[in-house]
């Protein structure tokens, strides 16, 4: 099992910034490839970005390239995602989540486990 907690939400104006963690505990952290995804009312879950278990690799959807960066720290076992730039359409909750298999990153099913979520709210 891999508990997952993510915090730093909130309410932000659009071209503010917010940076997202996610605190692991349980299974070994580093052994994961970690996850974030998002959620907006109405609206299937979206995938945002990826990096895979040392670090090295990463991966973002088209909308947010430029803008957010995620990184890890594995002696820390967290997970984080800087989010600048943002705008109203950025606005979700935003999951964080652990997958063993690097391969299926943007299929939100291919993920072992997940936090609670974290409102993101963007203001025009």
């Known amino acids: 099992q891999v508990q997952l907690v993510e915090s730093g939400g909130g309410l932000v104006q659009a071209g503010g910034s917010l940076r997202l963690s996610c605190a692991a505990s349980?299974?070994?952290?580093?052994?994961?490839?970690m996850g974030w995804f998002r959620q907006a009312p109405g609206k299937e879950r979206e995938f945002v970005a990826v990096?895979?278990?040392?670090?090295?690799?990463?991966y973002y959807t088209d909308s947010v390239k430029g803008r957010f960066t995620i990184s890890r720290d594995n002696a820390k076992d967290t997970v984080s995602l800087r989010m600048n730039s943002l705008k109203p359409e950025d606005t979700a909750v935003y999951y964080c989540?652990?997958?063993?298999?690097?391969?299926?990153?943007?299929?939100?099913?291919?993920?072992?486990?997940w936090g609670q979520g974290t409102q993101v709210t963007v203001s025009s």
């Open positions: 989540a652990a997958a063993a298999n690097y391969h299926y990153y943007r299929d939100y099913e291919r993920y072992d486990y």
């Open positions: 349980g299974r070994t952290f580093s052994n994961w490839h």
């Open positions: 990096i895979d278990w040392s670090g090295l690799s990463t």
